[in-house]
Each structure stands twice: as C-alpha cells, then as structure tokens.
C-alpha cells in the first residue's frame, strides 16, 4: 500500500494570534508529526510511505496535484491543527478529485477536540485519535476490514452512515520504543530559522505531556503526564542528525526542563559522545537551577525559551501560569550569568487585562531585557481554559470554534478577548510592544557585538527592518491613546 503523508500549504492559516518577527521570517521547521508516523512505518510495516512537505518546498495547489497524481497514494495522513484546517480540508478535497479511492486520514489536536464534527466532512474517511504512530499503522494494516477496524482503539469513521469512535487509545509509555523520525524522507537541508546560528536547522520533541495548568494551553491530545525519551535515546537521535549534516536542533517539549535529572544526563550524554552541535530548549522560570543552566551551556545549549506571558501577578493567576514575577526574575539573571541566550514570550489581551497590565507587561519584559521576545495576543483556542471560560461569563456570545469545526469557511476570523480593550487597540498595543522592545538603540547596539559573521548581520538587519516597518494596523511610538 502506497501511503503519502501531506504538510499541507500554508495559504489560508488562520491568523489567531498575531505572528511576531519571529515566525515572519522563521523559515521552515519539519513536520515532526508527520515524520514520526513515517519512521514507524518504515521500521513496523511492509508499506511504501512518503512525506511531501509543500511548505519547505514553496509547493502550492497546482504543484501538489501534480505530486499526488504522480505518486497515485492508496491513503492520505494529513496533521489537522484547528487553524490549519481550511488548507486540510482543501488538500483532502483535492485527493479525493484525483481518485475518489483515496483514503483520506487525519489527527493531531482539532481532530481530538471535535472528532464527531470532523469525521462528518464529506472528503474524510478517518481520524486517529491522540497520538499516532501505533494506531495509524493498524489502520492502514485492516483499512478495508471494517470489523477489524471497530477494535482498534483511537481510530474514528463511518460504517454504513453510523459513526463509529472506538475510544482513545492509552498513551505510549515508552517513548524509546519508536523509531526516530524519518528526516531522510524531506529535503532536510532546507529547513532553517532566523534565531539558529547554524544551517541547516532541525525540530526535536524529547518528551510528551505536559503536567502543568496553563489556561491557554490547546495541546490536549498528548495528555498531562509527563513522558519523555531517555537520554540516550535523545542523544542517538542528536548523532544520527549529525551525520545528515545536522548540527542544530530547536527542543519543541513543551517543558524539556520537567525532570532535572534527565536534563542533566542528557548533557552528560551530549558532552560523552562530543557531539558539535548547538541547540536550544523550551523551560519553565521555575525548573531551572545554576547548576542545571552551567550543564546545559557545557554541553552546548545555546538558548532557553521562557513563557513569562505576564507582567503582573494579577494576569500569571488569570491564566493559571503558576510562577511569580520574582520567579522570572531570578531564571534570567541565572541563564544569562550562564552565558545562555534567552527568549521570553509574552501575551497581551488575557481575561480582565487593562491596558495599563499591558503597558506594566510591555515594561517587565524590557526590564528582563531577554534576547528575543515574541508577543502575542491571547486567543482563546478550543477546549482551552480562557475558551470555557469566554463561554461562561458571556464574554463569548457562542461557540465558534465548535461552530467552525462543523462548518469551516474561510471568512472565519478567530476572536480575541474583547472585555476591556477592542481588536484594534489590542493591535496597536503590540505594535507599540515590538517596536518598543527592538528598537531600543541599547538592544541595537548590544545584538551588533554579537554579530559574528556578515550573514549573521544580514539576517539581525532583516529582522530589524522587518519590526521597524511592517507591523500590523499602527507605527506608534508612544502609548495608544485611551
């Protein structure tokens, strides 16, 4: 069976929180997902599978039909993210018009979030439920033996106008027991981002489930207890990248920094097998420690993105953050004694927020003064916290995500809250945020000394031009006017 999996283009992504510099001209990460289900395939079935990443190669519609006609797949597996799901649905429509004997397959997090919704969009034939790799795999074993397909758990379809669910499937336990993610199967030497050192760049998920609380998170589907690969697990996958040519890997755990003692065996790990690499993690204010943060820049971690999200206690407590200003404080004046650069990452429009919140946000993460901050506006996404919450206290008039999900359009526009401040203040509110912040002639000057090669200035000059000129609805400099 000829299996094809899709990363869709991205020409009709909903645009729900606004993008920073930072994904403008991040250029392109692998769809790890997708990679995932591949290697699993290759080392636990007998199917030909292919990965075709349009995005990483600017691949649109036209070009896409042409590659499906060409490959002639049997199934399509395609990621659906929620503001993803207008280009989904218009590559598994395009399948279908190829050859209506295509199987059409789709997971990842919207799909959880409204499977009985999904599944009844006339070009989709199956969800799979939770994580993929072991259920996709049995699917594509039984896809014609529909009594074979009603027991295995985590799969979603229609059997003679019913829908059928059989339940979620347990989580994986041992992650180490999956292959790594078949990168050999996209042009992996095309992938980059405008805040690695190195090229070409790579994605790496150490660990699933996330134990914490956050009101905004919309990654129900990996669950919340922690599970992670093991050290040597991580590091075999670090050396196996290295041999492609891969020397820099971005960590997308949602906390890589959840289990100290695995942090520090994997920088053991790193400094045993005297891997030249760089990369960077995702960590909690509250997780990191001085003798952690000195592991990490032996072993060659180059950068620590913090979700501070707050510059008020108020707002870390409206959005369920569980960490103090102090806290955030503390974490960056370690990570930068540490010689580790920093991102932080921030959001403006939470429930109850003023603008005088933002203002004191907008001032907290200067005083941080991290090497990088991305700033978004809070959407309220499905199954989130903040969402149940909207619906509850009448902020948010009717459900709209639910709503979109039986019907997309693409005149959906996602919503943000509009209790204290409108759309339009709340846009010039983070245009005054940006500029603000990478504009400060001493961040100017203090990223210039860093500059280590010509092309390295090019690409600090890009983003500069970029947040000086192109930010969205206002050009302030000072406060937007009450």
Request: glycine fraction near 6%; include cysteine.
């Amino acid at each position: 069976m000829r299996i094809l999996l899709i990363n869709p283009p991205a020409e009709n992504t909903l645009k729900g929180n606004n993008p920073s510099i930072i994904d403008e001209e991040r250029g392109y990460n692998p769809p790890l997902g997708l990679l995932y289900i591949a290697g699993y395939l290759e080392k636990c079935s007998h199917h030909q599978v292919e990965v075709l990443d349009t995005q990483v190669e600017e691949m649109g519609y036209e070009g896409l039909a042409t590659r499906i006609g060409e490959v002639k797949p049997d199934v399509v597996g395609i990621t659906a993210m929620t503001f993803t799901l207008l280009d989904v649905l218009k590559t598994a429509k395009l399948a279908k018009n190829i050859s209506s004997e295509i199987k059409v397959v789709l997971g990842g997090p919207h799909v959880y979030i409204y499977p009985s919704e999904t599944i009844s969009l006339p070009e989709i034939d199956f969800l799979v439920l939770g994580e993929g790799e072991v259920t996709f795999a049995e699917l594509v074993d039984n896809i014609h033996a529909v009594e074979k397909l009603k027991d295995i758990a985590g799969l979603v379809f229609k059997s003679n106008g019913k829908i059928i669910n059989t339940g979620l499937r347990d989580f994986i336990t041992n992650l180490d027991d999956l292959p790594h993610p078949a990168r050999h199967l996209v042009p992996y030497k095309k992938y980059s981002s405008l805040i690695a050192r190195r090229k070409p760049i790579t994605t790496m998920i150490t660990s699933r489930g996330c134990p914490y609380a956050c009101a905004f998170c919309s990654r129900p589907h990996l669950g919340k207890r922690f599970r992670a690969h093991s050290a040597e697990y991580v590091v075999a996958e670090m050396e196996e990248c290295t041999k492609l040519g891969i020397n820099e890997f971005l960590v997308y755990d949602d906390t890589f920094s959840v289990d100290r003692q695995r942090v520090l065996n994997i920088c053991d790990e790193i400094l045993t097998k005297k891997l030249d690499i760089g990369w960077d993690i995702r960590a909690r204010v509250d997780t990191i420690d001085e003798e952690m943060l000195k592991r990490l820049k032996q072993a060659h971690c180059e950068r620590i993105h913090y979700g501070v999200e707050a510059g008020t206690e108020k707002i870390l407590k409206v959005l369920s953050k569980g960490i103090t200003l102090d806290k955030a404080k503390a974490a960056f004046q370690m990570t930068k004694k540490a010689g580790i650069s920093t991102l932080a990452y921030f959001m403006i429009g939470s429930p109850s927020e003023t603008k005088e919140d933002i203002l004191q946000t907008i001032k907290f993460a200067k005083d941080l003064n991290p090497d990088f901050v991305h700033i978004t506006i809070t959407t309220p996404f499905p199954a989130t916290a903040i969402y149940k919450r909207g619906l509850e206290e009448g902020i948010i008039k009717n459900d709209y995500w639910q709503q979109f999900a039986q019907n997309p359009t693409p005149d959906f526009q996602p919503h943000y809250w509009e209790e204290n401040l409108t759309q339009t203040e709340l846009l010039e509110l983070i245009d005054y945020a940006y500029k603000g912040f990478y504009t400060r002639p001493t961040y100017i000057i203090k990223e210039l000394l860093k500059v280590r090669s010509f092309g390295e200035f090019k690409r600090k000059m890009k983003a500069g031009l970029k947040v000086a000129g192109n930010r969205p609805i206002t050009t302030c400099s000072l406060p937007p006017k009450s």
